[in-house]
């Protein structure tokens, strides 16, 4: 692919030992798939922290990670569409019953969440089988990524940008008063349906690169971050994408150097990040 | 022009109002086995703010959403036109009881509004002209100078206001008021209050509020229903607090 060899070009000037050229490709297709991930995770995870959704997102993990197992169960050729498919009926699902029942959703998104992992857990158990094969999907190993995966990451990039600029105004409207939004012909329930099944399927498309033991820190740490420091909808988004993309491109290298999990390194500087704006806005307020 | 100096667009034509009243007959609520309203009968006239009163848990609230479509209800709505055509949904203002933000919320006033009244995504700029009209709209409730504030820096007389001013765009047929039951000062009440009248003189609209204050509806509603959960007594501010059912609820207040 021409994109990946100028991409290999332009890597080859950083000064770093894996920078040189011909080497270690892995470490620079993670490179660029973390460059185009962070902004996707950026900019959905403003909205889950608006809309008070960091469990919710979590649980659709969860189901993303049963839909992964029933994929691989079933032998379906590509385990992937299966899960995305799975993580769909999820996060529907847990959408309806909240909307029908008037419970509270922490509750459902607890029951809901716990039955996805008890039942990814006994089907893939099933019959005595090992669980290892399956360590992956909770550490995720960013370096195993493909350049048509990457190509991936890039549609849903162009695909993520095109809904927020559509979809955006109406998101935030509706979770800023339903009822007000409502009245102004906002059909929030179609609206918040259409939002979760876009995260169910960056979580279950990314959970094999980003492991689902920390992917939600991906989602919901920016955003918390960015918060402490915006005061409008613009600097929060910049804000976001750039504390996303910084702590993705250093985790990332950080995790060459010290040998451990690149999703987990990431999240550890994220969290420093959002320590640090913290104590900025305890300063300044 | 009115005397904020602000060109007025009137939801009426002529010299009669556009939506001469909204008629509620026999409207009633049922969720699951409990019945929140029931036989409520209100003639609300344009031109006029008309204030619902009674105790807690009365179903207030509850008959604005009615009103607004938003919970199921039993009865009919009717909008009439002053030419005598009924109209099945007017445009209808709203203004919430709060917003749904914690205080630290990045959402700025300009944001609300583009995502309420524009197409411009609120993430990216927002264009001159949109904000432009945004200060237009907000000057209407003397809240231009909050555009840049935070949602959740603003005390709870200027949200107010701001969410009036939203309201009003497009200026709408009838407008329906939750008013919050605190975090506005008396003073900040007297503005809003006095905001609603001018609105109510400027614009000739229906007005239909739920209001916790009694001393200040006496003074600046046109009518008072006294709804718990159905209508005990409606008419001048002066008649539904002499009456008995008045006097059986709020014994011992004000």
């Known amino acids: 692919m021409i994109a990946m060899e100028l991409w290999y070009n332009l890597v080859d000037l950083l000064p770093f030992e894996w920078a040189e050229p011909g080497r270690m490709l892995f470490m620079k297709n993670a490179l660029l798939a973390i460059i185009l991930l962070a902004p996707i995770f950026g900019t959905l995870g403003t909205m889950i922290v608006n809309n008070q959704m960091a469990f919710f997102s979590d649980a659709l993990g969860h189901g993303a990670f049963t839909g992964i197992v029933i994929g691989g169960l079933a032998g379906f050729l590509q385990p992937m569409w299966s899960a995305v498919a799975f993580s769909l009926v999820f996060s529907v699902g847990i959408s309806v019953v909240h909307h029908k029942t008037r419970m509270s959703s922490d509750t459902i998104i607890g029951v809901f969440s716990s039955f996805a992992v008890a039942a990814g857990i006994f089907l893939a158990t099933l019959g005595g089988k090992s669980f ?79 492991g689902l033991l920390v992917i939600n820190s991906f989602l919901v740490l920016p955003a918390a971050a960015a918060r402490n420091l915006a005061r409008n909808q613009r600097q929060y988004h910049l804000i976001a994408v750039a504390i996303s993309l910084f702590s993705g491109v250093s985790g990332l290298i950080a995790s060459y150097y010290t040998e451990t999990a690149s999703g ?18 305890r300063r300044s307020a | 022009m009115n005397h904020h100096g602000i060109n007025v667009t009137r939801a009426c034509e002529g010299p009669n109002c556009g939506l001469c009243c909204t008629r509620i007959e026999n409207l009633g609520v049922t969720i699951g086995s409990d019945t929140i309203l029931s036989d409520v009968n209100l003639h609300v006239h344009c031109g006029e703010l008309t204030a619902i009163i009674g105790p807690n848990g009365a179903g207030k609230s509850t008959l604005l959403k009615a009103i607004l479509g938003e919970v199921r209800h039993t009865g009919s ?37 583009a995502v309420c009244c524009s197409k411009s995504p609120a993430w990216l700029r927002i264009p001159d002209k949109v904000r432009h009209k945004a200060k237009e709209c907000l000057s209407r409730a003397q809240a231009d100078h909050l555009l840049d504030k935070r949602l959740g820096a603003l005390s709870g007389g200027e949200l107010q206001r701001v969410l009036v001013a939203l309201a009003l765009e497009p200026v709408p047929e009838l407008l329906l008021l939750d008013e919050p039951v605190s975090g506005i000062d008396q003073n900040g009440l007297e503005m809003f209050y006095n905001l609603l009248s001018d609105i109510k003189k ?10 916790h204050d009694l001393d200040l509806v006496a003074r600046h509603a046109d009518r008072l229903v006294l709804l718990n959960r159905t209508v005990l007594a409606s008419g001048t501010p002066r008649e539904v607090m002499a009456s008995e059912s008045f006097r059986k609820i709020f014994a011992g207040m004000s």
């Open chain 1, 132 to 210: 290892a094969k399956l360590n992956s999907y909770l550490v995720g190993s960013i370096l195993s990524i493909t350049p048509s995966e990457i190509g991936i990451i890039a549609v849903i990039l162009v695909l993520v940008l095109i809904y927020w600029y559509f979809f955006f105004n109406r998101l935030l409207f509706a979770s800023i008063n339903p009822v007000l939004a409502r009245s102004r012909g906002v059909r929030t329930f179609w609206l918040e349906t259409l939002f979760s099944m876009a995260i169910a399927v960056l979580v279950t498309v990314s959970m094999s690169w980003i």
């Open chain 1, 264 to 281: 987990a390194t990431i999240v550890l500087i994220t969290a420093v990040i959002f320590l640090l704006t913290l104590l900025a806005r």
């Open chain 2, 77 to 113: 709505l009717k909008f009439l036109r002053s030419s005598g055509v009924r109209k099945e949904r007017p445009i209808i203002g709203y203004v919430p009881q709060h917003l749904n933000l914690d205080a630290t919320s990045p959402t700025s006033v300009l944001d609300l509004y």
């Open chain 2, 202 to 211: 400027d614009y000739d609209l229906s007005i239909i509020m739920v209001s």
